[in-house]
């Protein structure tokens, strides 16, 4: 185990100051008193650990991934349980992906305890920072930077920084569970085979931003990405996965018998935790789920059909998110009523209950941490 030493930070937040903030604190704009941060060098490997006051880092210019982009990140939460415990979600998934963006980063992997440590050592330094109250949350940001100084792509760089941060954070979209409208991009692309579309790397949003724009100058509120190949297969929603519901609503005399799809991990879409969640979580309620590819052709004419009654999208920032209405340059549609459905809707409940320890863990997720 790699030790971290304690350097407390001797101005923090002054209490009443710090409940003022948590009242509203949106998301990814206000941050707690401390960080960590550890460093690695190819002569001495990970080497001092420290938990100390949140603050800026002072680089070189010629510093590596200013020029080169050799960085990752992650992103999960903390949260106040009804208990009073503050817990942690899958944080084991977490550092699981982390080493697997790290290897194909050409980065040095990081021990999966020593990656969980330093959330704990983070959380529970800064509890006070964990906002009460069911969709409030403090959003932890791990990462990691090359930080060699000099210039030439040759090789990797021989030295990085990991750092967590961590920010209070209310419901990523301010609209709560309303309805997104979502743009299909068929002018940009954000990942080919082969590249980095699988993995946390900040050079997939940099590229995004273009199409993101375009989208919101249309009135939509994000990007609904497709292959880049043939710019008809379905991948994913901005930094988040897609579902796509069938059979919510029984005919007259039957039973419906839902069930959720969602584009198979090709390499090219990110393999999000909250979507493996949502694969193991939906049997458990009778909802069948599988993953299997969708063309923009078929996500319309199905819902002109009334066959896919419901579609959400889904991460670690926004939970679930009901996608309302798609626009494109040559039609738009409305997904049923427009409105969120029973499965979506469900599905939601059922994954925040367990966040919160509304609801027993049956998948042993929830990592207690004070």
């Excluded at 937040?13 to 990814?28: I, K, Q, T």
């Excluded at 419906?256 to 493996?276: E, F, K, S, V, Y």
């Excluded at 939970?319 to 979506?344: C, F, L, M, R, Y």
Aim: proline letters at 7%; one cysteine or more.
């Amino acid at each position: 185990m790699i030790d971290f030493e304690i350097r407390p930070s001797g101005q923090p937040v002054p209490d009443a100051e710090r409940e003022a903030m948590l009242r509203s604190p949106g998301f990814g704009q206000l941050f707690t008193d401390h960080m960590i941060t550890l460093r690695w060098s190819a002569e001495q490997g990970w080497h001092d650990g420290r938990l100390e006051p949140y603050g800026p880092f002072t680089l070189d210019p010629a510093t590596s991934v200013f020029h080169y982009s050799q960085e990752f990140f992650e992103g999960l939460k903390a949260y106040r349980q009804d208990s009073g415990s503050i817990t942690l979600f899958r944080p084991d998934a977490n550092a699981a992906r982390f080493n697997s963006t790290a290897r194909r980063m050409a980065m040095p992997e990081l021990p999966a305890e020593t990656f969980i440590r330093a959330l704990e050592l983070l959380v529970a330094h800064d509890r006070e920072w964990v906002p009460a109250g069911e969709g409030n949350s403090l959003y932890l940001r791990p990462f990691m930077i090359a930080t060699q100084r000099g210039l030439g792509v040759n090789h990797p760089s021989s030295e990085y920084l990991f750092c967590v941060i961590a920010s209070p954070a209310a419901s990523y979209f301010a609209s709560g569970v309303k309805p997104v409208t979502v743009w299909l991009s068929q002018e940009y692309t954000r990942a080919a085979p082969g590249g980095t579309g699988g993995v946390k790397t900040g050079g997939n949003y940099a590229a995004a931003f273009v199409a993101q724009q375009q989208a919101v100058d249309r009135g939509c509120d994000q990007v609904v990405w497709l292959d880049a190949a043939e710019h008809r297969w379905v991948e994913e929603m901005g930094g988040m996965n897609l579902f796509f519901v069938r059979g919510g609503a029984a005919k007259e005399g039957e039973t419906a018998q839902p069930w959720i799809a969602t584009p198979p991990l090709t390499g090219t879409l990110l393999p999000g935790i909250t979507r493996d969640s949502l694969l193991k979580l939906a049997p458990q309620l009778g909802i069948k789920a599988v993953e299997e590819p969708i063309t923009i052709d078929q996500w319309q004419a199905e819902c002109a059909a009334g066959e896919l009654t419901e579609v959400f999208a889904c991460g670690t920032a926004a939970v679930i998110t009901p996608v309302g209405q798609v626009k494109s340059e040559s039609a738009t549609w409305t997904i049923a009523d427009g409105t969120p459905g029973p499965i979506t809707t469900r599905l939601r409940e059922e994954l925040i209950a367990i966040q919160y320890g509304h609801h027993p863990d049956p998948f042993t997720w929830i990592h207690k941490v004070c």
